[in-house]
C-alpha cells in the first residue's frame, strides 16, 4: 500500500494525505485507509505528529473513475478514518470523461464537511481546446448538485479551467 503525507503549516503536524490506491492489486479491500490506521498511530521517528484527526485534505492518485463504486468506498473509508477531511483532490492518469463527472455526486455523498474538491489530471498540461472539456452552465449544474451533499461546498476545480468559486450563495467562474 503506498501513502504520502505532508504539511501546509509552521505546525509540528501533518495535515495532507496522499493515496495512491492502484498500487493496489484488483480485488483488494476497500478498506485501504483503515490499513494504514496501525501505521499512522505508531508514533513517528520524525519531529511531525501523524494524527488522523489533524487530516483536513487527501488526495487520491487514480488511473480513472470508472468504477464508482470502488472509489465511492475508497473515499467513504477515508472519510471514517480522518474525519476533518475538508479538501479532497480526485486526481486521475485519463482525461475525464463526462460520465465520470456525472457519478460524483456519489462518491461524495460521506465527505458531509468538503469545502475544496479538485478534480484532476496527472498531466500537468491541460490543453484548452480538451475535448472533454465541460459547458460552465453544467459546471454550475453540477456545482448546486454536489453542495446538496457537501453543504459547506465552496470551491471545485474542474479538469479544465476555469473553476467555481463560491460568493455568498452564488456560484462564480474564476
Given at each position: 500500500?503506498?501513502?504520502?503525507v505532508?504539511y501546509e503549516t509552521?505546525l509540528?503536524q501533518y495535515?495532507?494525505?496522499?493515496l495512491?490506491p492502484?498500487s ?5 479491500n476497500l478498506?485501504?485507509c ?9 508514533d513517528?521517528a520524525s ?6 484527526k489533524l487530516i ?6 487514480l ?8 472509489v465511492a468506498?475508497?473515499v467513504s473509508?477515508?472519510?471514517e478514518?480522518?474525519p476533518n ?7 486521475t ?9 456525472e ?5 461524495l ?6 469545502v475544496e474538491l479538485e ?16 459547458p460552465?452552465e453544467?459546471?454550475?449544474?453540477y ?6 451533499v ?16 463560491k460568493?455568498g ?6
Open positions: 500500500m503506498t501513502f504520502a505532508n509552521a509540528p495535515t495532507c494525505i496522499h495512491f492502484e493496489l492489486p484488483d480485488g483488494t478498506k485501504f483503515q490499513e494504514l490506521i496501525p501505521i499512522i498511530d505508531r513517528c519531529q511531525r505528529k501523524l494524527e488522523r483536513n485534505e487527501t488526495s487520491f492518485y488511473k480513472d473513475i470508472e468504477n464508482t463504486a470502488r468506498g475508497l473509508d477515508m472519510v478514518c480522518f477531511v475538508h479538501a479532497l483532490a480526485l486526481v492518469q485519463k482525461p475525464w470523461k463526462s460520465q465520470e463527472i457519478t460524483i455526486r456519489q462518491i455523498s460521506p465527505v458531509t464537511r468538503l478534480l484532476g489530471r496527472e498531466d500537468l498540461e491541460v490543453n484548452t481546446n480538451d475535448q472533454h472539456k465541460i460552465e453544467r459546471k454550475l449544474g456545482a448546486r448538485e454536489w453542495e446538496r457537501c453543504p459547506q461546498l465552496s470551491c471545485i476545480d474542474f479538469p479544465c479551467r476555469p473553476s467555481l468559486t460568493v450563495s452564488q456560484w462564480m467562474m474564476v
